[in-house]
C-alpha cells in the first residue's frame, strides 16, 4: 500500500503512515469499495453499449458515403450524357435521418464510458440512446420494408434488450 500523502510504501495492515502519520486504512476500503461496484453484467453492459455505439456510427457513416457516392455518380451522369437524372428525395431524407442516429449512437459511447465507471446515470443514458436507437430502426424498417428486415432487428432491438437485461441485473451496483 502507498501513502497518499508522502508517496511511500506502507505496510498493508497499517493504519497509520509510519513515516508522515497519516491515515492510510481509508484509502484501501475506498480501492475496495470501486472493485467491488464494478459487477460483471455492468461491465458487459458498459461494452455492449460502446461497441454497439462504435458499430452504429460505421455503419451509418458508410451509409451516408453511399449516399453522397450516388448522388456524385447521378450528377456525373447528367452532365456527362446530357441526360436528366435526379436523386429520389426519399434517399436525401434518409441521409438526414442517418446524420440524427450517428448522435444517437455517439451517446451511447459516452453512456457506455460512464456505465464503467459504474455510473447510474450512464445505464439511463445507454437505455434511453439504445431505445431511440431501435425505434429509429424501426421507422426504417417501415419505410423499407422487407429489404433490411433482420439486419435492422439485430441491430438495434437485440442490443438493446441485452443492455437492458444486463443493466437490471448489476443495475443495485450502481452508485
Ligand atoms: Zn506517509
Redesign the pocket.
Known sequence: MI??????E?PADAVF??????K?TRLEKREEIAIERLHPAISAAGWLSISYGVAGLLLTHLAISALSLLETLVQRISETFYYPMTIPPELTSLAIFMAVISAVYAILIVGGGMLLSASRVGAYISIAASLVATCFGLIIFAKLPGLFTAAFLSMEAIPTILLVVLIYRGFSYLR
Open positions: 501513502c497518499p500523502k508522502c508517496g511511500k506502507v503512515c509510519p513515516y508522515c502519520g497519516e492510510v
